[in-house]
């Protein structure tokens, strides 16, 4: 204007007007930007963590039924155990005093020698039931050791690959919004040349 040149003056306006909008723009994207990235972030975390939760929940889930069906089994077995040992018992006892009654008419029968050898069957009875119980048990055992080790290896894979994934999606949404920025700042830098 002090030159006299009324047109170059008003370019000279409108590219000052054009940086300062573009300055405006710039800053209002970038406070945009930075506001959508945290919001992701904590949206991104709070979908992974329930994601995580439920991981952890249907594992835990897992584990009780394994802990509860062996113990429903463990204990089915046990009764079981009893219930045959004591049939064992009842057994041996009443063979023992059929025998005695047998010895009251059969005079040529030694029943000591018979009361003993019923004794014998049916304590060999009773460890064998006993037997049994203790392998039932320990093969049991054994398996809800195993099931218990291939879920924790599963829960610790699963809880990997969730981490994983939050890794890659806080990555990819990083490079966006650094991609976004850059741009903007590029955009800004443009305007003031």
């Not at 005093?97 to 029968?109: A, I, N, P, R, W």
Request: charged share 30%; aromatic share 10%; hydrophobic share 45%.
């Amino acid at each position: 204007l002090a030159a006299g040149d009324i047109g170059l003056a008003a370019k000279i306006l409108w590219l000052t007007l054009k940086v300062e909008w573009r300055r405006g723009v710039n800053f209002l994207r970038e406070h945009w930007t930075k506001f959508k990235e945290f919001f992701m972030r904590i949206a991104t975390d709070a979908f992974y963590g329930v994601v995580e939760l439920l991981a952890r929940a249907w594992y835990g889930l897992q584990t009780a039924w394994v802990e509860t069906v062996t113990f429903l089994a463990n204990t089915w077995t046990n009764f079981t155990s009893g219930l045959k040992s004591a049939w064992e018992s009842a057994v041996g006892f009443l063979a023992k005093k059929m025998l005695k009654v047998q010895g009251m008419f059969d005079k040529e029968l030694d029943i000591e020698a018979a009361v003993s050898y019923a004794e014998e069957e049916t304590q060999a009875q009773k460890k064998r039931i006993e037997r049994e119980r203790t392998e039932t048990l320990a093969g049991r055992e054994r398996e809800r050791k195993e099931r218990l080790g291939a879920i924790g290896q599963e829960r610790a894979g699963a809880l990997e690959a969730i981490g994983e994934m939050a890794a890659t999606a806080h990555a990819k949404r990083r490079a966006k919004y650094a991609a976004e920025l850059a741009k903007s700042e590029e955009a800004l830098n443009k305007a003031r040349k």
